[in-house]
């Protein structure tokens, strides 16, 4: 195992927010979604159940969904900065949660497990890193999680195969980026936060 290309690839994963309008193609599709499978999970319960959307008009209909979800409510002071944006985004023309990313690979786990959320947050980046090794783009996607107790997705994960002790806890954006150079921006952003405090033999 090479550990600087390993580094690199986490180095220079980014988030990408503009697709090509192009297929990820299948055998990408399944790398990726096996580097999820493959994530740790909490006693090893591997409960993490992905969804594979690629189906332009399921994804066009969440995006409406989601649009229209997000409009009913409204940004209250002290919310999470992320999610106040998305209220506001939503009432107005043109908000795509997923960034009309030809894939999108929703992870879900069991409402009652402690590491819920964390399991499927090693799944997700797992992913993002083969990603980046494929050079696809990627962007964590948080809206659905947001919304995991809204009825109306609720109802339409259940019929996709969500099931009633399940909640969605993450998805992962993926695709093409549409960049000059046709790769994903890879310039790590700067660390300004993330302290580090060693403490070492005295
Ligand atoms: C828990 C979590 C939730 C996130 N949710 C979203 C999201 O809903 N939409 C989005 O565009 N980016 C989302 N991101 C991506 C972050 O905004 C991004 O990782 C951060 O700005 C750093 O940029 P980088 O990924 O390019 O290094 C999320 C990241 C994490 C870890």
Redesign the pocket.
Known sequence: MNAHDAFELIRTR??T?KYLDKPVGEEALRQIVEAGRLAPSGSNSQSTRFFVITDPALLAELAVTVKEEFAKMEAAPGMYA?MAGAIRAAKGERYVFHYNAPALIVTANKKDYGNNMVDCACALENMMLLANALDLGS?????LRWLNENERLLRRFRELGLMEDERIYGAVALGWPDTESGLPERE??PRKGNPVQWIMDS
């Open positions: 980014r988030s927010r992320s962007c964590w996607i948080n809206q790590p952003l």
